[in-house]
């Protein structure tokens, strides 16, 4: 009986995600946004606590509860000058452990102020942002894999250093502690156990749930001229640099065509920004291509409208949302095969995949594209057609089964004692759908002022 109304419950669902729209730095804020919404369009109560930023302000967006608040952070090395810079090293921020703080100090004072008192919480693998509830099991605790901070580093062959370290331990012990773990790709579950996280717990392969509608206006691929477009964070991770010489390649075989190159500028190659380093590569390859910046909306919207073929050449993705944009807006997609897209491009023939960090079989791969535009069409709409099945409905019921699993999981291995029967916490009229008997019973333990 107890088992038939958690199935039918409606749940409090609760989101820790900086990066949530408008602020998208990757897949984690997109990702978010698609999820959250397709469970509240689902009916379930579901809020997005999003610390990033100076913003105070709650909103209802798309039946998503958006409350932003802001990062507490103490800016220690930057108050040291240069000194501070030394001590920052070559891998910051993605080794921060100020950062590391303050993310779950952060999560956890607002959650408090706010009140809620979620029948799960979920958020991303790296930087600690669920900590504090992953130290105490005081509510269950989803983690989806996206891809771990340091994670990148190891995959790019950089030592990592004893606070690199001592980042990714902390950066696991919030998946080792979860109810549930849930990866988009298992791709990024087989990597992540051959760099020793997870150990044998269970893994739930899910897809990132994907809104084709905003795409699917865009004209067919047919009247493009020959442009291959990638869109993203300009990093050597991203491998944009292999696309370059992919690139020069096609020129040196007589096939003409330009490059977009869409997104912001993100860590250093040789010591030189990335941006930089591949605009300087770019003119020295005598290439033609266009370098736009971070881009949205609209705007983004013209990249893959001039596109001909969309690449992911990337040396590790745990999925990419680029991937799924590009084929729900009929475009054909050659990615790498470390890419967790990979099977589902060559499944639905929407385009091909080829081996990470060699610009040979990209620029073989490429060309049929750029040289046949009715043959990108082809691949183009088979992409449109299979890019249903990462349709968010349905990718959102199978998480509230997670959902559901997680809160069992901790109803048999929670500590009951971190919780009390009281009154729950004054929610200043706030939300007055969160139920007086959902408050009482998720009410945490908190220590008295």
């Given at each position: ?247 020069a390649r096609l020129r040196a075989a007589g096939v003409s065509h330009r490059l977009l190159l869409a997104g912001r500028s993100a860590g250093e190659i040789d010591g ?178």
């Amino acid at each position: 009986m107890a088992e038939s109304l958690l199935t039918l419950r409606r749940l409090c669902i609760l989101f820790f995600c900086e990066q949530y729209p408008p602020v998208v730095w990757d897949g984690a804020g997109t990702y978010t946004a698609a999820l959250a919404t397709a469970l509240a369009q689902l009916g379930h109560d579901v809020h997005v606590l999003c610390a990033q930023g100076y913003r105070f302000d709650d909103s209802v967006e798309n039946g998503v509860h958006v409350h932003r608040r802001p990062l507490l952070r103490v800016p220690v090395s930057r108050a040291l000058g240069k000194f501070g810079a030394q001590l920052r090293g070559p891998l910051y921020p993605r080794d921060s452990l100020t950062l590391r703080a303050s993310l779950p100090l952060s999560y956890s004072l607002w959650a408090r102020r706010l009140g809620l008192q979620p029948d799960v919480i979920e958020t991303q693998d790296g930087e600690t942002r669920a900590l504090i509830q992953a130290a105490r099991r005081s509510v269950p605790l989803v983690i989806h894999l996206h891809c771990p901070t340091m994670l990148a580093v190891r995959l790019a062959g950089q030592p990592l250093g004893a606070k690199g370290l001592l980042a990714d331990r902390l950066d696991r012990i919030s998946a080792g502690r979860a109810d549930v773990v849930t990866s988009p790709s298992q791709l990024l579950v087989d990597t992540l156990r051959e760099q020793g996280w997870l150990g044998n717990r269970e893994v739930e392969v899910i897809p990132n749930p994907f809104d084709a509608e905003p795409w699917l206006g865009i004209p067919d691929v047919a009247d493009t001229t020959p442009t291959i477009a990638i869109v993203g964070r300009l990093e050597a991770f991203k491998g944009v640099d292999v696309l370059l010489d992919a690139s020069a390649r096609l020129r040196a075989a007589g096939v003409s065509h330009r490059l977009l190159l869409a997104g912001r500028s993100a860590g250093e190659i040789d010591g030189i920004p990335s941006g930089e380093w591949l605009a300087r590569r770019a003119f020295q390859l005598g290439l033609d291509v266009e370098f736009t910046g971070h881009l949205s909306g609209s705007r983004l919207h013209d990249v893959y409208r001039q596109a001909r073929v969309v690449a992911v050449p990337s040396r590790f993705e745990s999925f990419s949302i680029v991937a799924a944009e590009a084929m729900a807006a009929g475009r054909p997609v050659v990615t790498t095969n470390q890419a967790g897209v990979a099977p589902f491009v060559e499944r639905w023939e929407a385009g091909c995949s080829v081996p990470a960090g060699d610009p040979a079989p990209l620029a073989d791969a490429l060309a049929p594209f750029l040289l046949d535009p009715a043959r990108a069409s082809a691949f183009g709409a088979r992409g449109r057609l299979g890019v249903v099945e990462l349709e968010s409905a349905a990718i959102a019921r199978r998480k509230v089964e997670a959902y559901r699993r997680a809160v069992a999981h901790f109803g048999a291995h929670g500590l009951p004692q971190q919780r009390r029967r009281s009154s729950a916490p004054a929610n200043d009229g706030l939300y007055p759908d969160l139920s007086r008997e959902r408050r009482r019973h998720w009410q945490w333990t908190a220590p008295r002022h």
